[in-house]
């Protein structure tokens, strides 16, 4: 059971198509492609396996509210799974995304939305 790296930074926009050509024109991240989602919002690569995503601010999500996250890719969700049990942190998941990559969010004591998540899968039911 590890962490493998920072996936990506999650944050809430008031004007998508405004941050799109921010993130694009002055900083020159390429947008990369999204799951289907279903709420507005765009994906950038960062180096060669961070992304960061943006998310149209008032979107409403599922506890917890996942407008403003960081997220770790790791080995085995299942054992964080079992690991956070055994520590008594609460949390949602793990629960499938539209890309099939599994996640669970939970809160640092500070209140931080943090993401776990798999790689995305291609396989099918």
Sequence with gaps: MKINQLNHTALPVQNLEKSCRFYQDVLGLAP????????????????????????????TFEVPSLDRHFAFQVDDIHAFAAHLQEQQIEFFGPKCRPDRALQIVFRDPDGHVIELCTKPSIASD
């Design 32 to 59: 990369i492609a999204r799951p289907a989602f279903n709420f507005p919002g765009a994906w950038f690569g960062m180096g060669d396996q961070q992304e960061l995503h943006l998310i149209s601010k008032g979107t």
